[in-house]
């Protein structure tokens, strides 16, 4: 039986797909018995859907400081 | 009313990536955008003068950012020599039949509607990305956005993963938390 705490980082680690078989299949026991965990699970899945449909950008660190060397030749 | 006040070196980490998402959902096209807000940073750093202090930095460089990107639409349009539309009743010119009635718009799509909400949620997203703990977003968004590997980033922050999936856990609960506040 795995702790509500360890429930949790296998959860998010299934929402960037890096759970082991073992992990997934030890977390869905969980989930099947203790409710605020599978409560805490959907909402985890959502945010991730959230974030895919949102299609987010960011720009690299690298990308940054180029933006920043541009910037202090004109300042 | 609080008074702000401008603080150009902090610009590019603070806003460069809602900035940046802004412009994407505009022009569509990664360059072109990351042109139009290192144009808004220089802008706004030669007007810092007249800035009054009444609306918050960000709001401020937004307004920038949104004659930036009025101002490309213009040079584009204006390359070409004018702004030119074309429209064609359908593909199939010859087609017989129903056309008229094929133009019209479908009343149950949603695309058109989840489109614009997807790029409020996005600016959503951000803003509340940007409300985290620096370690926390940059942790998020390089898993997340990024999409980073687990390895190459606990290498490039020198931390050992369990201490990234903590930080990621915690990034998820306050982003969670901020958007159940700002989104639903």
Not at chain 2, 86 to 105: C, P, T
Not at chain 2, 126 to 133: A, E, G, M, T, V
Not at chain 2, 145 to 156: A, F, K, M
């Amino acid at each position: 039986m795995i702790s509500c705490d360890k429930a949790a980082t296998i959860c998010n680690k299934t929402q960037y797909r890096e759970a082991t078989f073992s992990e997934v299949l030890k977390l869905r026991l969980h989930l099947f018995i203790c409710k605020a965990c599978s409560k805490a699970s959907k909402k985890n899945k959502q945010l991730t859907s959230l974030c895919e449909k949102a299609k987010l950008y960011s720009l690299s660190d690298k990308e940054k400081l180029e933006m920043k060397e541009q910037f202090k030749g004109q300042a | 009313m609080t008074q702000h006040t401008l603080e150009p070196k902090l610009w590019v980490d603070n806003y460069a990536d809602y900035l940046f998402n802004f412009a994407v959902s505009r022009v569509s096209d990664g360059e072109v955008a990351k042109d139009l807000v290192s144009e808004t940073f220089l802008a706004g750093l030669k007007s810092a003068k007249n800035y009054k202090g009444d609306a918050a930095e960000r709001t401020w460089l937004i307004a920038i950012l949104k004659r930036k990107v009025i101002d490309h639409y213009r040079k584009t349009n204006s390359k070409k020599g004018k702004a030119e539309v074309r429209m064609n009743y359908s593909s199939a010119s010859d087609a017989e039949g129903d056309w008229l009635e094929e133009q019209v718009a479908d009343p149950f799509s949603m695309l058109e509607n989840s489109a614009i909400e997807n790029k409020e949620l996005g600016l959503a997203i951000q803003d509340c990305i940007s409300k985290l703990p620096k370690k926390q977003a940059q942790v998020f968004t390089m898993k997340t956005i990024q999409g980073v590997s687990t390895e190459d980033i606990c290498n490039e922050l020198d931390i050992n993963p369990s201490n990234l999936w903590v930080m990621i856990h915690r990034a998820r609960t306050g982003l969670m938390g901020c958007l159940n506040k700002n989104w639903f």
